[in-house]
């Protein structure tokens, strides 16, 4: 056994709790993404192995299954780190993302492992992705490519704004200044472009281990920037978000006559017995009584809390339901906007009916997809279908009430993802902008068709359609078929 697998040993981290550090006592999330090959597991081996996060058996594994691989220093295949969780990957489908834990004596970090593109989209979608940032890797030999662009894109509307951009291999270029510069300065301005202001451009050689946890400087003295780690040393956490208390019910107990709570996880705010709450959607009004988690009885609940919620009174609740704090609630609607990202060859078709899951809520919507935005100029163009990979904006119509807090007032509760009825597949991740003012539910995207008919035959259907869905809000309208197209193309350039 080797030094430093005695050395990794004795600060080893374990696999399922971050470690506690010194400083600050909350961890940074970070995320990597870069265009395949571009280094991202040599990165996540090297940041664990730099930091002696590595467990003895998983050290003494690699240097095995390293042998006549080991790079020009004799160091080991770092990727091959990250190689278990491929296997768990293939042998399960719930394994989305993995967190891998490291940490400095001056923090504790947590990274989100996710390999290939799709899992990782799907995961920054379904709000996996709390992180506090993201680090972009680059091909100092290839430079700026358009995954890069929409990795950048997907993390900023996930409200990612401290990016690392790691100019990695760039001792595959000599060291070469002048295109590490020019890397640098065509990502700033494509960054500002997103409103992204705090860059930090890092050229790295994740393989070799410079500028990574150790300096560089020996091969790059003209570089006097920070490391990845010192960065992500100073970097910040997330405040909590603005919304007030959100839990999604997920189960609804019942072990006796005398007892009835509710099962989920607090997804924002906090709560304490004696709040009064509102179920939605049906607007019933209660008061805490009990909160209570597998062991103990609570005197105060807080958002990442699974808790079971008992109220003071009986009132009808269901999985799905959402139990919020009175005075600062989520929106409710049939109508929203959204921003997504398609994540299967199929696409997102303009009109279809999907499953929306947002939490433990799960129901019918029809999308319509309104634009999409061009990589390369940062433009929204506006289209009918969204392709696999493409970042749109879409309107969001549906049968039933549903309930949403902006994504960037609440992660959780303004996120969700689209499944596809006929095949089961996940085919977008999204993220929720407001709540649609004008016409309700599904109007808004019929009203080209509905209007159409004449216009007594409109109302009958819609007026069905109101009965039928309880679409309090929906608004019965005549019209021309001019006024229609008007306010169509009003809708449609309102993006
Ligand atoms: N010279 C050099 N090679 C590197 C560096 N970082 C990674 N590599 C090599 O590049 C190849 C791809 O690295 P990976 O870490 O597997 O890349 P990845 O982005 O995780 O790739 P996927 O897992 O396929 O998405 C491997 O052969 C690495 O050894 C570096 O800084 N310098």
Redesign the pocket.
Known sequence: MTAAVTAAHALAVPAAEPATATRDSRPLRLITC?S????????IGRLLWDTKAVKEDQAATLQRDSTGKQ?DLGLP?F?LLLDGLQAEREQGITIDVAYRYFSTDKRSFIVADT??HEQYTRNMATGASTADLAVL?VDARAGILEQTRRHATIASLLGIKQFVLAI??I??TNYDRAGFEKITHEFREFALSLGVKQITAIP?????GENVVYSGEASMPWYAGPTLVETLELATVRSSQATGFRFSVQRVSRPGESFRGYQGTVAGGSVKPGDSVMILPSGMVANVSKIVTFDLVRNAAVAGDAITLVLDRQVDVARGDMIVSIDSQPQVGLSFDAQIVALQPEGIEAGKRYWLKSGSRRQRVQVQPLAQLELKTGAWAPVDTLYMNAIGKVRLAFDEQAIFDPYEQNRATGSFILIDPDTNNTVAGGMVSGKRSELGGIHGGDARVILSLPADLADQIMASELFANRRHEAEVRRMTAAEAADLWSNAASDI
């Open positions: 870069g395949v090959d571009d280094g991202k597991s040599t990165l790079n295949d990727a390999p290939g890797l990695n291999k001792d595959l790295m050689s994740a393989l070799k």
